[in-house]
Each structure stands twice: as C-alpha cells, then as structure tokens.
C-alpha cells in the first residue's frame, strides 16, 4: 500500500522540491527594523533587556540605518527619546524634536529607505501615559487626539513616508488622517497599531524609552488578551477612519490575531514581535537553552505563515544576515 506520506517524505528529502512547495517565506524585503533614537553627540546607550540593541544619537541612527539599507531591509520604524519630559509630552510634537531631526537626517542620507515614525506621548509625557492626563488621573481621549494628530503632522513634514499611532485612544485614526489631509500630507499613509493587547511583553520597551507609567496601568486603553473579538472590532473601526495597513501587538502569543484581522480586512498587515519577544530568545540563546538562528527564523516563519505581510522586529539586521 502506498502512502501518501512516502510521497510527502520524499518531497521533504530534496532541497529543491522542498523549496518548490513551501507555502511561506520569509525574506529580509519582508521586515521592518525599530530603532531607538536619543538626543545626544556621538551616543549609544545599550539596552539591558535588549542584547544588540542600543538607543542611538542620530548620527549612529543614520549609520544603523544605512546597514538596513545594505542588507535588504526596506523600513525602519523610529521611537524617539527626548531630552526632557513634561506632562504635555511637547517633545513629540517639536519640529526641532529628536524623532524629526532623525527623520530628516536619515532620509537625507537614504531616500530610498523607507521610513515609518511612532505616534505616541508616553516616550515625551513625565508620567508615561500614552495621553495628557487630567486631574482625575484619566487619560483625556479628546485633548490627546489634537496633539497626536500634531505630532504625525510634524513627521510628516519632517519626510516620514508613513506615520505609526500606538496610543490607542479612540478615534485617533480619524483624526490623524483629517488633520494630515488638511495639512497637505494626503498621500501620508496611516500605519495603525489597531489591536494592541496590554502586553507584560513590552517590559524591555518601557526600559528603553524610559516609559513604564508613574502610576496606573495601560489597561483602560490596551486590549484584555483574553479577547478575541474585540481586536477584529478595533481593527475594523480603524480601516473604517482610513486606516492603510494595520498592526496587530504583540506577534507570537496573538497568531490567532493576525490571523483573523487579515481575514477580516484583507489591508497588509504587519505583526510587531515586541521587545520582550526579542529578550526572551537572546536570553535563552545566551544561557545555551535554544539555537538563536534556527529559533528565530521558526518564529519569523511562523509569524509570516499566519498571515502577516510584514514583521516588525529586533532580529532585522541578524535575520537578513542568516538569509544572504
Ligand atoms: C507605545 C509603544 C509601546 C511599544 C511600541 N509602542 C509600549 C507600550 O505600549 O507600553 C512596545 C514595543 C515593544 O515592546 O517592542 N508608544
């Protein structure tokens, strides 16, 4: 009797009939690089959490994003530091502000590279909250949505080819999108962060942007992992504002998302494998647990096989590295 599976193994033998089959792939034109960029001369300040990875002065910016560029990568995606905080989070709106400096610089030096900017307060606000927060200790929805909708204007006018709000307040894509047109920037698309779970996994982030909130929590504007449904809502309201791809946060613990968000809205959609995604495999790779190459390319590949168009992560450069 001949099973089909005695076919199916030999397929699996050959290289090439393997390649001939595969269903998903993974290559470097498919990834977005982040990068954190800091006020400063000359400055790299390492992560702890993040082996690899540094908060640049945007001269090294400019270097690191020239690699990307050398490597196939085709996106970075920028995260600024500020030099102060306050409570109206004005660095993220200054013209003169790190993510625009960077953005400026960067684009000056590579045109082709494409670059997405993030639209948030907690990297500028002096409590760390996603918004500006009133006296009764909530974020205020609507007062939030005008300075965001400033600080994707400024980006823009900076060069940014795209804009990224992960705040999460409600109605942002809306606003964004109204503002930018508006302001002349209608051909800026709108990356929307639309199913962004309240995640333990960003910890390593909030280390590196200096932005784990003074009080509170993020859970009355992030998502309850336990919720399924209510992702597909969210994104469906953001395509319904304007929204030109969509993000779904955090990636291998939310497959099921990314999934279903691209079933439900067939936009691209790009999957971020968040910071503490990152330090959990550079960790058990350093303690000798895992092989760090085959465990990540298996996640990427994975990420990629659920319906992800492209992949946001740490692991970029290393990645197109192990593909070249
Ligand atoms: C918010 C933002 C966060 C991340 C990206 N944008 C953190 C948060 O919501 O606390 C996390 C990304 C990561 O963990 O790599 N501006």
Same mark, same amino acid.
């Not at 397929?11 to 034109?29: F, G, H």
């Not at 045109?111 to 500006?132: K, R």
């Not at 691209?268 to 000798?288: D, L, T």
């Not at 465990?295 to 992800?308: D, N, Q, W």
């Given at each position: 009797?001949?099973?089909?599976?005695?076919?199916?193994?030999?397929?699996?033998?050959?290289?090439?009939?393997?390649?001939?089959?595969?269903?998903?792939?993974?290559?470097?034109?498919?990834?977005?690089?982040?990068?954190?960029?800091?006020?400063?001369?000359?400055?790299?300040?390492?992560?702890?959490?993040?082996?690899?990875?540094?908060?640049?002065?945007?001269?090294?910016?400019?270097?690191?994003?020239?690699?990307?560029?050398?490597?196939?990568?085709?996106?970075?995606?920028?995260?600024?530091?500020?030099?102060?905080?306050?409570?109206?989070?004005?660095?993220?709106?200054?013209?003169?502000?790190?993510?625009?400096?960077?953005?400026?610089?960067?684009?000056?030096?590579?045109?082709?590279?494409?670059?997405?900017?993030?639209?948030?307060? @907690?990297?500028?606000?002096?409590?760390?909250? @996603?918004?500006?927060?009133?006296?009764?200790?909530?974020?205020?929805?609507?007062?939030?949505?005008?300075?965001?909708?400033?600080?994707?204007?400024?980006?823009?006018?900076?060069?940014?080819?795209?804009?990224?709000?992960?705040?999460?307040?409600?109605?942002?894509?809306?606003?964004?999108?109204?503002?930018?047109?508006?302001?002349?920037?209608?051909?800026?698309?709108?990356?929307?962060?639309?199913?962004?779970?309240?995640?333990?996994?960003?910890?390593?982030?909030?280390?590196?942007?200096?932005?784990?909130?003074?009080?509170?929590?993020?859970?009355?504007?992030?998502?309850?992992?336990?919720?399924?449904?209510?992702?597909?809502?969210?994104?469906?309201?953001?395509?319904?504002?304007?929204?030109?791809?969509?993000?779904?946060?955090?990636?291998?613990?939310?497959?099921?998302?990314?999934?279903?968000?691209?079933?439900?809205?067939?936009?691209?959609?790009?999957?971020?494998?968040?910071?503490?995604?990152?330090?959990?495999?550079?960790?058990?790779?350093?303690?000798?647990?895992?092989?760090?190459?085959?465990?990540?390319?298996?996640?990427?590949?994975?990420?990629?096989?659920?319906?992800?168009?492209?992949?946001?992560?740490?692991?970029?450069?290393?990645?197109?590295?192990?593909?070249?």
């Amino acid at each position: 009797m001949a099973f089909p599976q005695t076919r199916l193994r030999r397929l699996r033998k050959s290289a090439v009939l393997r390649d001939l089959v595969r269903e998903t792939d993974l290559t470097p034109r498919h990834l977005v690089y982040p990068m954190f960029v800091e006020l400063g001369t000359d400055s790299r300040t390492p992560i702890e959490a993040m082996p690899g990875i540094d908060r640049l002065s945007i001269n090294h910016a400019v270097e690191e994003a020239g690699e990307a560029v050398a490597l196939g990568i085709p996106a970075v995606l920028l995260f600024g530091i500020p030099a102060h905080k306050d409570a109206q989070g004005s660095g993220a709106y200054d013209e003169e502000g790190v993510v625009q400096l960077a953005v400026r610089a960067i684009k000056e030096a590579h045109p082709d590279l494409v670059v997405i900017t993030d639209v948030c307060m @907690c990297e500028y606000t002096s409590h760390g909250h @996603c918004g500006i927060v009133r006296d009764d200790g909530q974020v205020d929805n609507d007062v939030t949505l005008e300075l965001l909708a400033k600080t994707a204007i400024s980006h823009a006018a900076a060069g940014a080819d795209a804009v990224a709000p992960s705040d999460m307040m409600d109605g942002r894509v809306g606003a964004l999108r109204s503002q930018l047109d508006a302001e002349g920037h209608k051909e800026t698309p709108i990356i929307s962060y639309a199913s962004k779970y309240a995640s333990a996994f960003y910890g390593p982030f909030r280390e590196a942007a200096d932005s784990t909130p003074q009080f509170g929590d993020r859970r009355s504007y992030q998502m309850d992992p336990a919720n399924a449904d209510e992702a597909i809502r969210e994104a469906l309201l953001d395509v319904e504002e304007g929204a030109d791809m969509l993000i779904v946060k955090p990636a291998l613990p939310y497959l099921d998302i990314v999934h279903r968000v691209k079933e439900a809205t067939r936009l691209p959609i790009a999957a971020y494998n968040v910071s503490g995604e990152y330090a959990m495999i550079k960790a058990a790779a350093a303690a000798g647990y895992l092989d760090e190459r085959a465990s990540v390319l298996e996640a990427l590949t994975g990420i990629r096989r659920a319906g992800a168009d492209i992949v946001i992560t740490y692991h970029a450069k290393d990645v197109a590295r192990w593909l070249q």
